[in-house]
Each structure stands twice: as C-alpha cells, then as structure tokens.
C-alpha cells in the first residue's frame, strides 16, 4: 500500500498536475483541454528534434570520450590503460529547435491571429512589444556561455519578468496572449538570438551545435508560456 500510494503521488505530482496546468493555461488562449494537452505532448517531443539551417566556418573541438583497455606490464600483472580520446575539429551548426522555438512561434502566431477572428486585436500589439522587450532585456543581461548546451538563460526568469509586466501593466482582455507570445518569443530573442548576433557572445560559444530554443533556453520558454498565462 505504501509503494501504491507513492506511485499515485508521483503520477499526480509529475505527470497530472503538468498536464492540467498546460490544459488550463491553453484554455485561456483559445484551446480546448484536448488540443492542449496534445500540445503539451508535441513540444516535448518536439524538443528531441532540431531542424540545421546554417553551417558556419568557424571550427569547435568536438572531444572524444576516453578509451579503457587492459593489457599485462612486465611483470605479467594485468593492468588497466586508459587513453584521452583525441579531440576532432568539426564546423559549427546553428539549428532551429521544433519544441523550444517553432512550435512556440507558430502558436503566438495562431493566438494573434484569434485576437483578429475576435476584434480584440488593435490593442495588443504594443502591449506585446512592451512585455517582449523587457523580457528579452532580462534575459540577454542573464544570457551565459554553456559549455555543454551553447546558451543558458535561468529558468524561472523569463516567466517571472513576463508575469509582473503582464499583471502590473496590461489589460485584462490582453494579458493570456501578450504573457504568452512576450514571455516565449522574447526568452528566445534575449536568450538566443542576440546574443549570437553579439560577436563577444557568439565567439564563446563553443559547442558544436548552437540549438535556438534548445537546451539551455527550452525550459526558460516553456515555464515562460505555461506559468506566466496562468498567472496573469
């Protein structure tokens, strides 16, 4: 009974309680529970998978893991040898993340264009942008080198700057759809995008794929969309 009762806990606390949040927080944005969680669903997925669209000139070392192999000294004992794989130059690959940058983006511009279908649009743009640039200023100030995803941005930053824009600052009518499209594309533009237009940021960066929305900013962008929306 105990192992039962940790069981249902695990799947409440990580699997139904994610899933009802997503639902909600979709529903204030036009979506039924079901297309929300087959969102939910597909950006996750949708994070596994990045779609290479510029191959660059600048060569990164791409290190080898080190090999073990057991061989006899003089004496005749057995002895362990391990080796450093040798690093192998490779050019650098810039990449559109599917989870972390187009899904997103095709979702903010789904949502605006309902804003269109129900006249509510005409107000929105200039909140978005408001929100946009504050969260992008937020995180291209936080924005730093990772060694192992290329650009890491806090988690939780990009949801909280879009929450105390949104709740101090917008109107009501507006705020599920600026949180979302302020706090997701501009954790990607502040966490990303500059930076890799910024020569001092761009020449730190030494992995040999630079994911946009990928590792390092996915989970900035998916708290950012999901927690500021409902919150505001």
């Known amino acids: 009974m105990p192992a039962l009762l940790f069981l249902v806990a695990l799947f409440f606390l990580f699997i139904f309680l994610p899933v009802s949040m997503v639902a909600e927080a979709f529903s204030k944005l036009g979506l039924t529970p079901a297309q929300g969680v087959l969102m939910f669903i597909a950006i996750l997925v949708g994070r596994m998978v990045n779609i290479p669209f510029h191959t660059s000139e600048r060569l990164v070392v791409v290190p080898k893991p080190r090999s073990m192999s057991f061989g006899m000294d003089e004496a005749g004992r057995p002895v362990r040898i391990q080796e450093d794989g040798a690093g192998e130059l490779k050019k650098q690959v810039f990449a559109f993340n599917v989870g972390g940058f187009l899904m997103p983006l095709l979702l903010s511009l789904t949502f605006i264009v309902r804003q269109h279908m129900i006249f509510q649009a005409d107000g929105v743009y200039p909140w978005i942008g408001f929100v946009l640039v504050m969260v992008a200023g937020g995180c291209y100030a936080m924005c730093r080198p990772d060694p192992f995803t290329g650009l ?81």
């Open 152 to 232: 890491r941005i806090p988690l939780v930053l990009p949801a909280l700057i879009t929450f105390l824009c949104v709740y101090f600052f917008v109107p009501l009518e507006y705020r599920p759809v600026a949180a979302y499209v302020a706090g997701t594309m501009g954790a990607v533009l502040g966490g990303n995008i500059v930076p890799l237009l910024t020569p001092r940021f761009r020449n730190r960066v030494g992995t040999p794929m630079v994911s946009i929305g990928g590792p390092g900013t996915f989970g900035g962008v998916f708290v950012a969309g999901i927690l500021s929306v409902l919150l505001a």
